[in-house]
């Protein structure tokens, strides 16, 4: 290691089991279906439903990662291959998700490196049941928004398509 980089932090192994615990109780406590755990990665997984106006169903893939200081969720909300692309709409979608993330409470928009969309949460491990609940409400509130609000603006036709069995992370 040369004198300009920082050493590595150690990870707190004890803490990191009980945030992935205490994360799995949470979601089982929301009574979420289709919990999927995988103890190896600290991670879970879980198909949040939206149900559109016309009443068209779809699954969105939400995974939850838990470190030994944080816990994160990201719903992937849409592929950036699903969406008619321009400059102009690619200017607007990004356009708005950056004014829905600066102005709504507890949504954050993001996208990875292949321009995917997705809504997230991030919340400390010491967060009670009650704040974490609210966090994830949030992202639910977030994947409402996306589709009956930003999609809306810009297409008049919305694709819709799962995310659940698609994406592997």
């Known amino acids: 290691m040369s004198e300009s980089e920082p050493p590595e932090r150690k990870i707190d192994e004890e803490a990191l089991a009980k945030n992935y615990e205490t994360v799995g109780e949470y979601l089982k406590r929301m009574e979420i279906q289709e919990l ?65 993330t600066f102005e709504l409470f507890d949504v954050t928009y993001s996208i990875d490196d292949k321009e995917n ?21 949030g992202l639910f509130y977030g994947i409402e928004f996306f589709f009956n609000k930003i999609m809306v603006e810009i297409f008049k036709e919305i694709k819709y398509e799962d995310t659940y069995g698609r994406y592997i992370s």
């Open 117 to 137: 969309v997705f809504v997230e949460m991030d919340t400390v491990p010491s967060a009670n049941y009650e704040a974490f609940e609210d966090e994830l409400r």
């Open 36 to 100: 999927e755990a995988d103890e190896k990665e600290k991670a879970y997984t879980i198909p949040l439903k939206f149900t559109f106006p016309d009443g068209y169903e779809i699954k969105l893939k939400t995974l939850f990662r838990v470190t030994d200081r944080f816990i994160m969720a990201k719903c992937l909300l849409i592929f950036h291959d699903d969406i008619k692309h321009s400059p102009q709409i690619d200017l607007k979608l990004y356009r708005f998700l950056l004014q829905a």
